[in-house]
């Protein structure tokens, strides 16, 4: 099964709203980042956070990382419709291994 | 230059065909990497190449064979493909294992 779980699957908001995806997994990580994917083109990174990291800030974008929970979350605050896309984490763990949580699909309404 | 890029963009290939994807990345990238990816689903690691050895092989079938000549290039040899590879074949690339990756743009292969 995969490392990354995801919730929602889909999440449908209206511009200027906040979203929030929640990624679980299930080993100890080294990092886990978030990636952004437009109707099947190559992935965005988007934010790398650390195991011995709780926060982190980058635009519009709030990653938070609870290793106790084995969780992470990531926020947009103010959507656009140009945030519309798939979402998903990655974690590593120690043998450098990438997997992928399911995704979160976002649709922005205009 | 911080892209990967990826050619074909698209590909048909029939079952017996003999094909290579190629990627290459001009960001001094030390790893490399090879995903699958199914429609309305998270990329799948296949390879890993790190300072040009092969480093994890995600038990892809034989029918892949990956290959890096140098330090900017990983191409993917496909024979005897199946219609269940068709998928978007992504490249990624990272300075380290476990870094931050960038993604090329996908090869989307159709296999009939």
């Known amino acids: 099964s995969q490392q990354g779980e995801e919730d929602p699957q889909a999440l449908s908001i209206q511009e200027g709203e906040n979203a929030t995806m929640n990624c679980s997994y299930k080993t100890s990580i080294n990092n886990l980042q978030w990636y952004r994917q437009n109707s099947g083109r190559g992935l965005v990174h988007l934010i790398l956070?650390?195991?011995?990291?709780r926060e982190k800030h980058s635009g519009r974008l709030r990653v938070t990382l609870d290793t106790s929970k084995k969780s992470s979350s990531l926020l947009i605050t103010a959507s656009r419709a140009a945030d519309t896309a798939s979402y998903f984490c990655a974690t590593h763990t120690g043998g450098f291994k990438t997997i992928f949580g399911a995704g979160t699909r976002l649709f922005v309404k205009a | 230059d911080t892209e990967v890029t990826q050619t074909p963009k698209h590909l048909v290939m029939g079952m017996t065909n003999k094909k290579s994807l190629k990627c290459e990345q001009h960001m001094g990238h030390r790893a490399m990497y090879w995903y699958k990816q199914k429609a309305k689903k998270p990329p799948e690691l296949m390879f890993v190449?790190?300072?040009?050895?092969?480093?994890i092989n995600e038990s892809v079938p034989s029918r892949f064979s990956p290959e890096c000549p140098n330090s900017s290039l990983l191409n993917l040899h496909l024979h005897a493909l199946q219609p269940e590879d068709s998928a978007l074949y992504l490249c990624?690339?990272?300075?380290?294992?476990?870094?931050?990756?960038?993604f090329g743009p996908g090869t989307r292969l159709l296999v009939l």
């Open positions: 956070i650390r195991s011995n990291e």
């Open positions: 990624a690339s990272s300075q380290a294992l476990a870094e931050t990756q960038y």
């Open positions: 190449y790190s300072y040009e050895k092969l480093s």
